[in-house]
């Protein structure tokens, strides 16, 4: 199992990470900068070194020469940190003055407009070189300076100023890593409240959230919560409300069927049994339907949204279900028609609720109707899928036209032994599938038509 991330660990990666990045960027170009700028201060101290050699050039008989007495070498060559060599080269290469190890560039393809800077060895140790032609007018030849210098104070400058960038960074870097740290773990605590709140909760407390201790940013997930709980607590409210129903209908057929038991066990005689026997199947009857509808009834309701939509052959489904219920109707002497477009209609549904559906809108319209009466069922394709049952019985009164999809809800004076369930099953179903249901007269004498809408 994949272990859960840390959003405290996100956020702090997401916040320390880019800062130590920029920092090392920082850090990088720091370091750039200043061996430029250090390198630029101490090569104009090498150029004036090699400035004050140029001085020290004298001409005597047409041929230049260097005079620099041990004294003034000493002043040039010291140095507490680094050692400084040069040497005076003539234009015949031959050595005027200083070392002969001296580094210097070739002759050839070297620009001497302007002092050349470069970096070298001597005795293994890196230096720092400056070469430059002399141009005077007294000299009648080329001369050519060049200073080597070794590299320690440009080191220990660099060190210098590279500590004094970098330490306040890492300071930095330390204190803003711990605030934000601290920051982070103070800005979660209310998700831990919250968390740690709804943990300590009783199951029965679907309570709102109280949102005067979150972020605004939080308020979404505690809306969320708090929608969820709004619908849970209605669906929970939905099912007590249906089990009591239930059980309050149910003990009425019970009762029935425990009072027609006793009768039946009080007599000796068969034949003088046959009245209670006969109330005990039609008690049976009516228990068994009514179990069926209260079954049908909890499976319809999408308290967990497990319905899944899929394709249905409507057409089809009309047609069979008008041919399971024919027989039912036959009984009562009525005629059940069925008219539908000739191509095939489908619509998004699961087929066993919108069987239900048309069954007990079938199962109203024989029972509540006249014997010897018509019932139809016709199904229209455009504008939308529509499916219409309509029957020729006394119809619905206005007043009641409001209540018949309540559960156990039944027309006052309704002969039929229906429990009152059939339409709010009916009512159920369409809801899921998102079907809008018109109830109305059938015609001027009576009669109830149900227009059951499809989405498009």
Known sequence: MKKPRSLKNELLLRLVIPLVFFVMVDTVLTYFFTLHYV??????????????????????????LVELPPAALAIFKWDES?????????????????????????????????????????????????????????IPEKIFVHVAETLNKRRAMMRDIFLTDLVPQILLILTASSYLFA??????????????????????????????????????????????????????????????????????????????????RREHDLTAMQPALTQI?????????????LLVLAKSEPIAGS????????????????????????????????ESPKLALWVPGDNILLREMLAN????????GFEHGNILVKLDAAPAPRLIVEDDGPGIPDDEMKRIFERFYRIPGSQSGGCGLGLAIVQEIADLHNIRINVSRAGPKGGTRFELTFPQ
């Open 39 to 64: 390198d630029k201060a101490y090569d104009r101290w090498l150029l004036d070194s090699a400035k004050s050699l140029t001085q020290e050039i004298k001409v005597r008989n047409g041929k230049a």
């Open 82 to 138: 680094d050692k400084t060599y040069f040497k005076i080269v003539s234009g015949e290469r031959t050595i005027l003055a200083g070392d002969d190890f001296v580094p210097a560039p070739p002759m050839q393809d070297t620009d001497w407009s302007k002092p050349l800077y470069f970096q070298d060895e001597m005795h293994g140790e890196p230096v720092r070189v400056i070469s430059m032609l002399v141009e005077r007018s007294d």
């Open 183 to 264: 920051g982070v773990r103070r800005g979660l605590r209310p998700l831990h409240t919250l968390a740690n709140e709804i943990a300590q909760r009783s199951p029965k407390d679907l309570e709102p959230i109280p949102e005067s201790h979150v972020f605004l940013e939080v308020q979404t997930l505690t809306n969320t919560i708090n929608d969820l709980f709004g619908q849970l607590a209605l669906a929970i409210n939905s099912q007590q409300r249906f089990i009591a129903n239930a059980a309050h209908q149910l003990r009425t057929p019970l009762a029935g069927l425990k009072l027609q038991a006793e009768r039946a």
């Open 281 to 293: 199947q039609d008690c049976a009857d009516r228990l068994s339907h009514m179990t069926t509808q």
């Open 307 to 338: 319905h899944e939509l899929i394709p249905v052959n409507l057409s089809a489904l009309v047609r069979e279900t008008c041919l399971d219920w024919a027989p039912k109707a036959l009984l009562r002497k009525m005629e059940l028609s069925y």
């Open 361 to 368: 809108l079938l199962d109203n319209a024989i029972a509540y």
